[in-house]
Each structure stands twice: as C-alpha cells, then as structure tokens.
C-alpha cells in the first residue's frame, strides 16, 4: 500500500505530507485547487521524466517521496536483490528535481530512472494518461488471464517440461557442434589414459621408492661400514662385548667386598647384552645388504615416469590420478558419441511428446477461461453504461518449422507450432465500445474516461488476478453522471476490497462511497499560493459531497441528499 506520500517545493506545492488508508481514497476539491499537480508529482516518484521548471520558484529542489508496506513479493524482492537494494520492511521511491537535472533513489540507495519504473511497474497502475496502465501492455494480458483461471499449477508443469526440452536441445547442439572435433579428443584421452596406465602410479608409493633409491645408492658403504661395527661391537679379539665381560668379572669380584659396587656390575652386564644386540641386528643388516645395480636402474626410471606424469598433469601424483578420473568419463562420452546421441534424440522426442501434450492441455483450458472473462466483463462494462461494450480474448498459436510443439490435425497431420517459455498462446485482449465496429487491440482504443471505465471493468473482473496492489485513477468519472456514476462508484468500491484506490473524482455519487476522504485545497501563504490536501472527518466529508451535488451554494436539501448517498455507503 502506498501509506504515505510527501511533496515539498514542487510547482506551487510548498509542503505537503497525507497518508493513506487501505480501500478507497478518495480526493476532491476545485478546479485548479492542485489535483493534477499531485498525480505529475505521484508520476516522477514512478520513474517519469522531471522537468526543472516544475520546482518551486526560490526553492533549490523539488522532494517527492512515497513510502509503501505490504508490497513485498517473491517477484519484487528477487528484483530488489538482483538490483543490489537493501530489503527493509517498508519500500521508499524518492525523487529529487533540480533545475539541471534529478535523482532517485530506492530504499537511500541511488537507483535510475528505468530501474524505479521497473520496481513502480510491479506495483502501481496509474490510470488517466497511457503511463504505467499495465493492461495495456499485452505481455501482461496472459499471466491475467491464467490468474483469473486457477492455472499456475498447469502453466507450472508446462514450464517444467519447456526447460527440459530447452536443456535437452542444447546437449544436443554441443554434441552435434563438437561432432568434428571429437575424433580429436578421442585420440589425446586416449593416448593420455594410455599414457598415465603405463605408469599405473599408486598413492604415496614415490616417498617409498625415493628411501630405496637412496639405500641403493649407498649400498657398498652401508654393507661395509656395518660389517666393521659388528667386528668392532662384537667379533674381532679386542672387542667391545670382550672388553665389557672383563670389566663385568672383575668389576663382579669387587662388588662381593663392597656392596655398593653391585648396581654399577648390572648394568655393565646389561650394557653388554645392549651391544650384544646392536652388533646381531648389524651382522643381518650387513649380510641383507646386496649392491643391486639392475634394481636401482628400475627405481631411477619409475621416479623419472612418476616425474614425468607431474609435470604434465597436475604437479602432483594425487592430481595425476584425479585427472585419469576427469578424462575417463570424457573419453566415455566421446566414445560412445553416437549413442549418446541417440540417447539424447530419444530423450528429447520424448520430452517434446509431454510438452506437447501439456501445451495442448493449457490452451483448451485457456480458452475455456478466455470465454468466461469476455462474458464477464462484457457484463460489467455494460453495467457501466458502456451497453454496446464487447470484451473479447484472443488466442493465436504460431506454425513454425522446427517448432518444439507437435499437434495433429483434424486430418491427422501433424504441425509444428512455436513454443514459449509461458504455453503455445499469444494472448490479446481485444474490445469494441460501438455497435457495427469490429473488434479491436485494447492498446488501440481511445484515451479519457472511456478507457478509465474500460480499466476498471477489466479490474473488477480479474480482481484476484491482478498482482499489483495500488490503483491510481485520474478523473475516472469524465463522461458520466447519473446511475452510471453510481455504477462505476460500486464498482470501485467493490474492486478496493482486493486493492489500494486512490481516485481523483468530481461526482458526489463516487465521493460518497470514499472509506477516506481527501480534500485539495489552494491557499495562500505569506503571499504566495500553495496547494494543501487534509483528510475530511465524517460531516466535514458530507459537506463536500453535498458540495459536489449542488456546485454552488449548500442547502439543506443538498445536506441531506448528500447524507442519503453515504448512508447507501454504509447499507453496502
């Protein structure tokens, strides 16, 4: 809802701030009293071009602000996000007009001028001149007529298999772009698979073959130099063990005259059986340790294999074999091109099959919704005193060659036809206010309050339909007077329980049934001119109306005439 809505320094609009009511808002007042000033005003907060002349003489810039809640949805927030604007509880559009140039803003963050028309369009329809009239925008007439039918779930199931088909047609342009290259790719993943299962390299196996590699080159000096420390420890006639056991029996004979000398003959005893030990295990190290050329040869050329499989493929032995996984799956693929084609072929005749099938599906019914709102609203436009009114909804479908639909004829033929993201169907609401005159595009027909009743007929119909929250009409009630006035009044009132009205009138009938009603009034200030609006409590409004009624002097008569149309009002 558009809940307030502030002007300063604009045309003779010194400063002004109203907040509006949910339902019906209703502004009256005299002519030239500024109403027209505050809809150019409403105009630049949705994106329209500003002129510098419109600010204020002696004012520096000219502020229009507009402050809206309970507008969030999925559609409008994913475009806030994609536009990088903040999300808050409340939407803020804020225009400010200099006389060389002006800026706008979404929520304090800078925006353009075609950005705020985007966010305004998804919210706002001001109905007086063509700007921001979405009905008049056929790319909205079909997302009406589904809303008004109940069909998302059907339009949902649609869209699904229109992406199925969409991805399957595109793998099968890259296979079929790909076709002359493949032979290419086949021949390097092959030579590459090739190339790393000739080496077949095992994790953590390099650290393992280096420690060999460097065993292997030292192996004489480590035979030799062990084979010397076992003589050393053990085996020559001055050994260590030999010298130990003379310490031990003579270090033995004195612990027997002094104790203290016990714990030092144990562990001379144990050092002993230590080296005793030592020297074994290098008597079996030395006697293991053969100079195997041969051997080292076949460690230097497996590490140069492995080096070389890190150059080439990854830097390292795991990156190695992640990319022997990578180009085994490719490889499968381009091997098995020509069945992957089919496979892709197959499953794309069958996703059209099911398009088809629900795009068909979606047209009947659309057509079946397409009656009932032309009925609808032929009705309602007569109600509004338009009787030659016919409201019609039409349905074309589009051959094509390659199309993704396939129908059959009557004569069972079959027939391609062009598919959209949103069904087969180009939808258009058409319309003849005249009797003899054909039917025609509704974009077409003429402006005023001819096609301020034919928007409000629409509305009114596709009420639950219509997704935008806020409707502004300017002067609706031009061209009409009487029953009609009175019809197009409930008619409006009727269409505020789904939206937010905010309606310029001049005809007690429609006043009356205002559930907030608005004066805008000229005044002068300290000399000067200045538009005012205030909101009118219960008899000050039904001293407007009476007003309206009379448009002259108020009577008494006039009063209660007045008070007969609110009180109707209130009856409803």
């Given at each position: 809802?558009?809940?307030?809505?502030?002007?300063?320094?604009?045309?003779?609009?010194?400063?002004?701030?109203?907040?509006?009511?949910?339902?019906?808002?209703?502004?009256?007042?005299?002519?030239?009293?500024?109403?027209?000033?505050?809809?150019?005003?409403?105009?630049?907060?949705?994106?329209?071009?500003?002129?510098?002349?419109?600010?204020?003489?002696?004012?520096?810039?000219?502020?229009?602000?507009?402050?809206?809640?309970?507008?969030?949805?999925?559609?409008?927030?994913?475009?806030?996000?994609?536009?990088?604007?903040?999300?808050?509880?409340?939407?803020?559009?804020?225009?400010?007009?200099?006389?060389?140039?002006?800026?706008?803003?979404?929520?304090?963050?800078?925006?353009?001028?075609?950005?705020?028309?985007?966010?305004?369009?998804?919210?706002?329809?001001?109905?007086?001149?063509?700007?921001?009239?979405?009905?008049?925008?056929?790319?909205?007439?079909?997302?009406?007529?589904?809303?008004?039918?109940?069909?998302?779930g059907l339009r949902s199931a649609y869209e699904d298999a229109y992406g199925c088909v969409g991805d399957l047609t595109k793998q099968r342009e890259e296979l079929l772009s790909n076709q002359d290259s493949l032979e290419d790719l086949r021949e390097r993943l092959a030579y590459e698979i090739d190339e790393i299962d000739a080496v077949s390299p095992k994790e953590d196996e390099e650290e393992e073959l280096r420690k060999e590699m460097h065993r292997l080159a030292h192996a004489e000096r480590l035979r030799g130099s062990t084979a010397s420390l076992y003589s050393m420890l053990y085996a020559s006639d001055?050994?260590?063990?030999?010298?130990?056991?003379?310490?031990?029996?003579?270090?033995?004979?004195?612990?027997?005259?002094?104790?203290?000398?016990?714990?030092?003959?144990?562990?001379?005893?144990?050092?002993?059986?230590?080296?005793?030990?030592?020297?074994?295990?290098?008597?079996?190290?030395?006697?293991?340790?053969?100079?195997?050329?041969?051997?080292?040869?076949?460690?230097?050329?497996?590490?140069?294999?492995?080096?070389?499989?890190?150059?080439?493929?990854?830097?390292?032995?795991?990156?190695?074999?992640?990319?022997?996984?990578?180009?085994?799956?490719?490889?499968?693929?381009?091997?098995?091109?020509?069945?992957?084609?089919?496979?892709?072929?197959?499953?794309?005749?069958?996703?059209?099959?099911?398009?088809?099938?629900?795009?068909?599906?979606?047209?009947?019914?659309?057509?079946?919704?397409?009656?009932?709102?032309?009925?609808?609203?032929?009705?309602?436009?007569?109600?509004?005193?338009?009787?030659?009114?016919?409201?019609?909804?039409?349905?074309?479908?589009?051959?094509?060659?390659?199309?993704?639909?396939?129908?059959?004829?009557?004569?069972?033929?079959?027939?391609?036809?062009?598919?959209?993201?949103?069904?087969?169907?180009?939808?258009?609401?058409?319309?003849?206010?005249?009797?003899?005159?054909?039917?025609?595009?509704?974009?077409?027909?003429?402006?005023?309050?001819?096609?301020?009743?034919?928007?409000?007929?629409?509305?009114?119909?596709?009420?639950?339909?219509?997704?935008?929250?806020?409707?502004?009409?300017?002067?609706?009630?031009?061209?009409?007077?009487?029953?009609?006035?009175?019809?197009?009044?409930?008619?409006?009132?009727?269409?505020?329980?789904?939206?937010?009205?905010?309606?310029?009138?001049?005809?007690?009938?429609?006043?009356?049934?205002?559930?907030?009603?608005?004066?805008?009034?000229?005044?002068?200030?300290?000399?000067?001119?200045?538009?005012?609006?205030?909101?009118?409590?219960?008899?000050?409004?039904?001293?407007?109306?009476?007003?309206?009624?009379?448009?002259?002097?108020?009577?008494?008569?006039?009063?209660?005439?007045?008070?007969?149309?609110?009180?109707?009002?209130?009856?409803?």
């Amino acid at each position: 809802m558009l809940r307030t809505l502030y002007i300063r320094d604009y045309a003779i609009i010194d400063e002004l701030e109203v907040d509006f009511e949910n339902g019906l808002n209703i502004l009256t007042g005299e002519t030239g009293a500024g109403k027209s000033i505050m809809i150019g005003a409403l105009k630049l907060m949705l994106g329209e071009r500003a002129s510098g002349q419109m600010v204020r003489a002696g004012a520096k810039k000219a502020i229009v602000e507009g402050v809206f809640d309970k507008v969030s949805s999925p559609e409008l927030d994913q475009f806030l996000e994609e536009s990088e604007i903040e999300l808050q509880p409340v939407l803020i559009l804020r225009r400010e007009i200099t006389k060389t140039h002006s800026r706008g803003y979404i929520n304090d963050s800078p925006a353009t001028l075609t950005l705020m028309r985007k966010v305004a369009a998804q919210m706002i329809d001001l109905h007086g001149q063509h700007e921001h009239q979405s009905l008049l925008r056929i790319d909205t007439h079909l997302a009406l007529l589904d809303g008004f039918g109940g069909l998302a779930g059907l339009r949902s199931a649609y869209e699904d298999a229109y992406g199925c088909v969409g991805d399957l047609t595109k793998q099968r342009e890259e296979l079929l772009s790909n076709q002359d290259s493949l032979e290419d790719l086949r021949e390097r993943l092959a030579y590459e698979i090739d190339e790393i299962d000739a080496v077949s390299p095992k994790e953590d196996e390099e650290e393992e073959l280096r420690k060999e590699m460097h065993r292997l080159a030292h192996a004489e000096r480590l035979r030799g130099s062990t084979a010397s420390l076992y003589s050393m420890l053990y085996a020559s006639d001055d050994s260590t063990s030999d010298q130990l056991s003379i310490a031990y029996r003579e270090l033995s004979d004195l612990a027997r005259i002094d104790q203290t000398l016990k714990a030092a003959c144990e562990e001379i005893n144990q050092a002993n059986i230590s080296v005793s030990e030592i020297a074994a295990t290098l008597q079996n190290y030395s006697e293991s340790i053969e100079s195997d050329p041969a051997r080292l040869e076949d460690v230097h050329e497996r590490l140069g294999a492995l080096d070389t499989l890190k150059r080439k493929y990854g830097g390292t032995i795991q990156a190695v074999m992640a990319y022997r996984e990578q180009i085994a799956d490719e490889y499968a693929t381009v091997v098995d091109y020509d069945d992957a084609r089919k496979t892709i072929e197959q499953s794309l005749e069958e996703a059209q099959h099911t398009l088809s099938e629900t795009a068909l599906l979606l047209s009947a019914k659309r057509q079946e919704v397409a009656e009932q709102v032309g009925d609808s609203i032929s009705g309602e436009l007569a109600s509004l005193g338009m009787t030659s009114g016919r409201f019609n909804v039409r349905i074309d479908r589009h051959e094509e060659p390659t199309g993704w639909i396939t129908l059959k004829t009557a004569s069972q033929q079959r027939v391609r036809y062009k598919a959209y993201r949103h069904g087969m169907d180009d939808v258009e609401f058409l319309i003849t206010t005249n009797v003899g005159e054909a039917l025609r595009p509704l974009v077409r027909v003429a402006s005023g309050g001819e096609i301020s009743r034919i928007m409000l007929a629409i509305k009114r119909v596709l009420a639950e339909a219509e997704q935008l929250s806020i409707l502004v009409f300017d002067e609706i009630d031009i061209g009409i007077s009487g029953s009609i006035a009175r019809k197009v009044g409930n008619s409006m009132a009727d269409l505020a329980r789904h939206h937010q009205i905010i309606a310029i009138t001049h005809l007690p009938q429609i006043a009356a049934l205002a559930q907030a009603h608005y004066v805008v009034e000229k005044q002068v200030v300290k000399g000067r001119a200045t538009t005012q609006i205030r909101r009118l409590g219960h008899e000050e409004s039904l001293e407007h109306v009476a007003m309206l009624i009379t448009g002259a002097e108020v009577t008494d008569a006039m009063r209660q005439s007045a008070k007969e149309l609110m009180e109707i009002k209130n009856e409803s």
